[in-house]
């Protein structure tokens, strides 16, 4: 979503391979180096002493200073900034937990929120389901010209999305947009897509499903394509019918990617800013600004007075409410067994 | 490519043959055709839209009720977008943005997937897996005014250095050049050039990387598409006209207030800033696809 391409966010894909998260055909090589081992166990590396493996250390460092530089540290400093009111110019006061009160308390606040439910109903179950479906008429046995169908339904992940949303702006356009002229051709419309509080959802729910389709059916693919047919001959040959296969068989084999799209669909959901950046600029009145937007906003001052305490705390809010919702998804998700 | 793919659905009659009702499995297959086939118009649809609105002028593209291809195609937007619009810095500014940011990702990721791959040092489990929870952490777009205010202290606001720098070393990527380098380089041919006495540096320069060429190039095509695309972290710190990439300057042009005067020329420069993109793709295909499929589920 702000992936925007998906391929660009800092992805949880890593996640996937712990263990936890039972996601068995992904497996971290040579897991024997992986096991964490007392340092007893290794007298070796005691001996020549921790100097010796500067170079190790060096190597892998850039990480680790790019992390604290660009990224620990903005997070840190927005903690503290989150209990001060900054404009950025002036001098900062402390205010304690004033931000945070105000930001909740603001009417935007809980309108971003809402609005983020709402692309949340819409997007979620659809980023999972559909890929799912594609994925699987994908990789049908008898089916020709796969190449080509998989290039089509891909090529929307490698396009810009800002790109593509000015042309989204001008599809779902008033009385002259394309969408409501083809409309139009069976008596329907013409519908006020960017101006009527419900409908601009469409607009911007329909280009994240366009530019991210592409990817999670190719995730799944990969996902289909792991299992290994000595099940599906087994199942066959017990009698099981194709329904049956599909129900008890693939689709909890399935279930680590499924968990993988609901949590990156979520999170990409709750950073949600191009789409509506580009196509509505959060209108009408705000009905489809988004959290991250709304930070935006008042962080750089684009609407009015730079409120960079507030701003902060709206990160934290959110990433709040992001960190609750994922391991709720995950814990909910968990295998039965598991628990 | 079909021989080892497996039946996921496999359709209620293809697994008995012979069994009458050929009809209900014509039809099912049908039925799957006609799906893909929507879909894939739907996913190519926004492009025709898009060469079509850059070919059209302006009066032509807020026709009522509007017109789905230029009576006559008006190649002079591919030449206004330049002369009118500066499209050719954006474009620059753009190129070396993404080439920078990628070849830093290709040199520390590769160097960093390596010594987590192949060599064994005190603590290197324990730095691996931060590596990878930080790639679980939810930042990106939640951090961006802490971000755009350290880069206010750096004097970096208004240069490119903001989108190149930070962004050289995503766990992601070290991640899977070290999934890529453990599986696909021996062990014995590190320890060899090892004992020849040449150095880990000259390890990695001539061994693991020569080697490595295919995984550089998914990950190095999958990172160029992705920075090519960027647009929230530009909007955020390239503030004048002459700095801004593509995907800034489209968004500006469009978001200005006469901004219908200008659609035919923008449209054209979209449709220029897809080609790159696009091309990429195709040209890697084979091999992105195949990354993707097993490297991303399999890691």
Known sequence: MEHRSPLASRNILPLLASPRTGLHSMQITRPKSFVMTK????????????????????????????????????????????????????????????????????????????????????????????????????????????????????????????????????????????INGILAKVGMGPYNWLKDPWLAQVPIDSLTIWSTLGFATLIVLGGLQAIDEDIYDAARIDGASAFNIFWKITLPLMRPVMVFLLITSTIGVMTIFSQPYVITKGGPSNETLSPVMHMYNIGIGSSGATRIGDASALSFILSAAMIVIVVAQFLITRRKEEI | MAAHEHFSLPPGTAAK?????????????????????????????????????????RGEMFKVPPRLWPAAPIWENFRTIFTDYHFLTYLRNSVIISTLQTLGVLFFCSLAGFVFA??????????????????????????????????????????????IVPWWAPPLSIFLMRQYISAGIPDDLIEASRLDGTGLFGTYWRVVIPLSIPGLVVIGVMQFISVWNEFLYGLLILRSDNMRTVTVAITELSRRTQAATVYGPLFAGIVIVTIPTIALYFIFQRRLTSGLLSGAVRG
């Open chain 2, 17 to 57: 043959p012979g069994r009458g009702p050929r009809i209900r499995q014509w039809l099912s297959q049908s039925v799957v055709y006609i799906i893909l086939v929507v879909a894939g118009i739907l996913c190519l649809a926004p492009f025709y839209f898009l060469i079509s609105g850059a070919l059209m002028d």
């Open chain 2, 118 to 163: 192949k060599r064994r040092f005190p603590g290197r489990n324990v730095l691996f897996i931060l590596v990878l929870i930080t790639s679980a952490m939810p930042s990106g777009q939640t951090t961006i005014i802490p971000f755009y205010l350290l880069m206010v202290k750096f004097n970096w606001v208004d240069t490119f250095w903001p989108l």
């Open chain 1, 39 to 178: 340092p007893d166990s290794r007298p070796r590396i005691r001996r020549r002493g921790i100097l010796a493996y500067w170079h190790e250390y060096l190597f892998i460092s850039p990480f680790f200073i790019l992390f604290a530089i660009f990224f620990a540290y903005p997070i840190a400093w927005s903690l503290i900034l989150s209990f001060q009111k900054w404009d950025g110019v002036t001098a900062a006061t402390w205010v304690g937990l004033d931000n945070y009160r105000f930001v909740l308390r603001d009417p935007i606040t809980r309108k971003v929120f809402t609005n983020t439910f709402r692309y949340f109903i819409v997007l979620v179950p659809l980023g999972v389901f559909l890929p799912l479906v594609f994925g699987v008429l994908l990789n049908l046995p008898f089916l020709r010209f796969r190449g080509l169908f998989r290039t089509l339904i891909f090529l929307p992940t490698v396009t810009s999305l800002v790109g593509v949303g000015i042309v989204w702006k001008l599809l779902f356009g008033s009385a002259n947009g394309w």
